[in-house]
């Protein structure tokens, strides 16, 4: 936090129980960070992508990458680690082909859920609703069904927006951001439901990472063909409808939305639990299973369908001096948690250089 500080964020997230950035700050924070990192000695390489891990007698000696002006390069390395993105899809069919140590390993999917931020204050503040010193008010739910399946919300975002986060052409994918202000008419969280390797079958570790392409191309589809996202009034979803338009709760995602029948894009076991989890969260907070709360699908990054192995020493099961680090490789769960991996992985190069 003290390092975020540092690079432009408000100095609240250094004494406050859950700091809070703002989206609108990160374009100046990770320019600082980058010029700090330059500064250090270090380089960084925009529209560069890594195409190859080289090997001699198993252990790292360099990597491939292509250039932003598609020239293929190569750059000697002892070590590597290997921050790799939950949603870089090639770099993990590359390791893969390689060989490297996989597997397939539970996620979660579901959909955007937004309420009125008004209504949110409401039930979590009660009549200090509107009070000049509270600010948006936030909450976090989760519920275990009968049959054993987690519902719960993730990365909820107070007077926000539901963003597109799609990493591939003709996808849909669901994301939230709030800025600093949290000052949206909407509040909006993830609504997600725990998916194992036994739900989506398939062979080999890339498994859900197919799993998830279906269901984003399905939404593509459903949304229209133009990128406008899938979205239904929670009363229609709860009732198995479609919907043909929206109720007080308008929709933020800004390519727009389709309204249509979500269950036409989602597993019945993911529809089905999603709407077990709505009435269970009800009960808990009332008014979250508002009939005129809103769906956008389909959220299905909240974290890496693979793990990439690595032993004690957090280098690669399979290439000495390959530290597969973070989310996307499987080892974290969110930003604090990818940063301390990312840390160890530091510290464990330090420890025992490859050499």
């Given at each position: 936090l003290e390092e975020f500080a540092a690079a432009g964020a408000p100095e609240e997230i250094l004494y406050e129980a859950k700091p809070h950035i703002g989206t609108d700050h990160l374009p100046v924070m990770v320019r600082n960070i980058r010029k700090k990192i330059i500064s250090l000695g270090g380089s960084?390489?925009?529209?560069?992508?890594?195409?190859?891990?080289?090997?001699?007698?198993?252990?790292?000696?360099?990597?491939?990458?292509?250039?932003?002006d598609g020239a293929k390069e190569q750059m000697e390395a002892q070590n590597v680690i290997l921050?790799?993105?939950?949603?870089?899809?090639?770099?993990f069919e590359m390791l893969q082909s390689l060989g490297l140590p996989m597997e397939a390993k539970p996620f979660s999917v579901g959909a955007r859920i937004e309420h009125a931020q008004k209504m949110i204050d409401r039930v979590q503040y009660g009549k200090f609703?509107?009070?000049n010193a509270l600010g948006a008010a936030d909450y976090r739910l989760a519920v275990h069904l009968g049959d054993g399946r987690g519902v719960y919300t993730f990365c909820m975002c107070p007077g926000g927006t539901v963003v597109a986060?799609?990493?591939?052409?003709?996808m849909v994918v669901t994301n939230g951001m709030s800025t600093f202000a949290r000052d949206g008419e909407n509040a909006n969280s993830a609504l997600l439901v725990n998916v194992g390797p036994e739900d989506f079958g398939g062979q080999g570790p890339l498994a859900g990472v197919e799993f998830q392409r279906k269901l984003e191309k399905k939404a593509f589809i459903l949304g229209g063909g133009d990128y406008r996202a899938p979205a239904q009034r929670v009363g229609d979803f709860l009732k198995r409808q479609p919907s043909k338009s929206f109720g007080d709760v308008r929709p933020t995602y800004p390519r727009g939305v389709t309204p249509c029948l979500l269950d036409?894009?989602?597993?019945?076991?993911?529809?089905?639990?999603?709407?077990?989890?709505?009435?269970?969260?009800?009960?808990?907070?009332?008014?979250?299973?508002?009939?005129?709360?809103?769906?956008?699908?389909?959220?299905?990054?909240?974290?890496?369908?693979?793990?990439?192995?690595?032993?004690?020493d957090m280098q690669s099961a399979a290439i000495k001096g390959l530290y597969p680090c973070g989310e996307g490789a499987g080892y974290a769960g969110g930003i604090v948690s990818a940063a301390v991996d990312g840390i160890r992985c530091a510290e464990q190069v330090l420890a025992c250089p490859n050499k």
């Open positions: 960084v390489f925009f529209d560069t992508r890594l195409t190859g891990i080289k090997v001699r007698s198993g252990a790292v000696s360099g990597i491939e990458f292509c250039a932003a921050a790799v993105g939950h949603s870089a899809r090639d770099t609703a509107g009070h986060a799609a990493s591939e052409p003709e036409d894009c989602l597993p019945d076991f993911i529809a089905d639990s999603m709407r077990a989890g709505i009435r269970e969260m009800d009960r808990r907070l009332h008014g979250f299973a508002c009939p005129d709360a809103v769906l956008t699908a389909v959220e299905s990054r909240s974290s890496s369908p693979v793990r990439i192995i690595r032993g004690n």
